[in-house]
């Protein structure tokens, strides 16, 4: 194995990792661009091919993990409003509670809206925080998947070169 496969390797783990933490950079298009490095580097047709394989795994991750937890959340009845608020405290808690605050920022603001939205009611108000969390959930697994599907073809292509 080469010094830039290394590379590729690694910035696909970190890619990979970005998507399970969310905390961390990274994510699907760090893996895509990582396969592009290596297929510009390689220069031959199979890298790109193994390119194309995985910028349409990734693609239809990108796709999929907006739509199906956004029709989960719009099934539920869940307003844009309440998600709005609990993305922006997520965003305060990243800031407020280093590493986790994302975590527990997310959660409380969705609650905290859906208590309001819900007139005090503590069960509904957590119902659909469960929703919001699962869709979540959902969305991290889609991008996952979408995300090793692209690094198997990438270890595939390397066999092949």
Known sequence: MSLVEVIVAL???FGIAGIIVPVLPGGALLVA???LGWAIWLGESTGWVV???SAAFIAIGLVTKYAIPGKH???SGMPLSTQIVGAVLAIVGFFVIPVV???VGFPVGVFLAELRRHGG???DAWASTWIALKAVG???LIDAVAATLAT???VVGLFLT
Do not use: R
């Open 51 to 53: 390119f194309g394989i």
């Open 121 to 123: 009611n503590a069960g």
């Open 33 to 35: 661009a990582a396969i």
């Open 101 to 103: 605050g994302v975590f």
């Open 152 to 154: 198997i073809t990438w």
């Open 73 to 75: 959340l719009k099934d």
């Open 138 to 140: 959902l969305f991290i």
């Open 11 to 13: 910035v696909i783990a």
